[in-house]
C-alpha cells in the first residue's frame, strides 16, 4: 500500500517473462481492479511505455510502466497488471493506492522513489508476473 498526494505521480511497472512458441502475441496491461478492472488508456492521463527483450531463443521478457500522470481521488484504489495469450493468463499482486486530497506541498523533495515489488510466480504454462510500483511528487 502506497500514500500519494493528490496532484503526484506515480508509475506502475509489471514484468511478464513467456515463451514465444507456447504463447505467441502477449498482451500486458494495468487495469484499476477497484473499478471492475478499468483499463488505464486515456492517454490524458496515463503514459505506457512497452519494453520488451529476448532472455533466449523462445523466452522474452516484456516490462510495462503505466504512469499515471497526476493522481487525483478517483485514483483510490486497487491496481492490478494482467497478462494473456493464446488461452492463458497471469495476474499479478494488487498494489493498494490510498490518495490524500491535499495536494503536493512546496516543502516534498523533488523525486521520492519508492519501489515495492509485488511477485506473482504463477507458471501457468507461459508466464509469470514482477509488479512494481514507483512514485514520485512533481512540484
Known amino acids: 500500500e502506497i500514500t500519494l498526494h493528490r496532484g503526484s505521480s506515480v508509475k506502475l511497472s509489471c514484468e511478464a517473462i513467456y515463451n514465444l512458441k507456447r504463447c505467441g502475441l502477449v498482451h500486458v496491461e494495468w487495469c484499476n481492479f477497484t ?3 478499468a483499463k488505464l488508456t486515456d492517454p490524458s492521463r496515463y503514459f505506457t511505455t512497452v519494453n520488451e527483450t529476448a532472455v533466449d531463443e523462445n523466452t522474452r521478457r516484456r516490462q510495462v510502466v503505466t504512469e499515471i500522470l497526476s493522481v487525483t481521488t478517483e485514483d483510490d484504489g486497487q491496481f492490478q497488471c494482467n497478462a494473456h495469450c493464446e488461452g492463458e493468463s497471469a495476474l499479478g ?3 493498494i493506492v490510498k490518495v490524500k ?9 523533488r523525486s ?22 514507483m512514485f514520485h511528487h512533481r512540484l
Open 93 to 95: 499482486h494488487y498494489i
Open 112 to 133: 521520492n522513489k519508492l519501489r515495492a515489488s509485488s511477485f506473482t510466480d504463477v507458471s501457468f504454462k507461459a508466464f509469470f508476473l514482477l509488479c512494481i510500483l
Open 35 to 37: 473499478k471492475k478492472c
Open 101 to 109: 486530497d491535499g495536494s503536493v506541498h512546496k516543502g516534498f523533495k
